[in-house]
């Protein structure tokens, strides 16, 4: 909970999430939580990191599960092409902003 809910919004009131957000030109979209069409991409999310994931690796600590988890997303989720996206990974989205300054080419 933050003084923005409380009062008129001032600059030094919003996060560094918020304020990249404006400085780059981006408006937040938000939306409602707990939408039925919404808990039905997490779900499928959950089953899909279950099966890649948790189900195929075994852990002996937290720092080893840490490590793994680190790799895993790097590896595998970082380069996994996603609808939103435009059917490119975040890893090719990242480097089209950076080289281009957009994510839609």
Known sequence: ????????????????????LKELGIKHKKIRPFTPRHNGKVERSHRKDNERFYATHCFFSFEDFSRQLKRYNYRDYNCFPMRPLGWKSPKDTLHDFIKYGVTYV
Request: aromatic residues 20%; positive net charge; charged residues 45%.
């Open 1 to 20: 909970f933050t003084k923005r809910f409380t009062k008129a919004s001032l600059d030094e009131d919003f996060t560094l999430f918020e304020r990249k």
